[in-house]
């Protein structure tokens, strides 16, 4: 079975509306076995205009990703980012 990874590329319109998202989307993520490789880290190098965080999450497999992301805890606080920020988010197993 092979881990599964959520990439994003976000671009926050309102960072006071990111606050309750922020203040508990780690715990959803650690809940469901899931850590953080990069947040927000330093863009070195982008082939297009990446928007200004990027964020990659591991998971167990992709079972626990979806997991997390279905899971009510992250669907409460899902709103305040999509509401406040946009940009590609994904799912996909590793190798």
């Known amino acids: 079975m092979s881990k599964a990874y959520l990439m994003g590329m976000l671009e926050v319109d309102n960072p006071d509306g990111m606050g309750p998202y922020l203040e508990k989307v780690e715990e959803t993520v650690t809940n469901h076995g899931g850590r953080y490789l990069v947040r927000m880290g330093e863009i070195h190098y982008s082939e297009d205009d990446p928007n200004s965080i990027a964020v990659i999450l591991e998971f167990p497999d992709a079972e626990a990703a979806m997991a997390?992301?279905?899971?009510?805890?992250?669907?409460?606080?899902?709103?305040?980012?999509?509401?406040?920020?946009?940009?590609?988010?994904?799912?996909?197993?590793?190798?």
Do not use: T
């Not at 709103?79 to 946009?86: A, I």
């Not at 940009?87 to 190798?95: A, E, H, K, Y």
């Open 68 to 95: 997390w992301k279905n899971s009510p805890e992250y669907q409460e606080i899902l709103p305040h980012r999509l509401d406040n920020s946009h940009g590609p988010v994904l799912i996909v197993d590793g190798l």
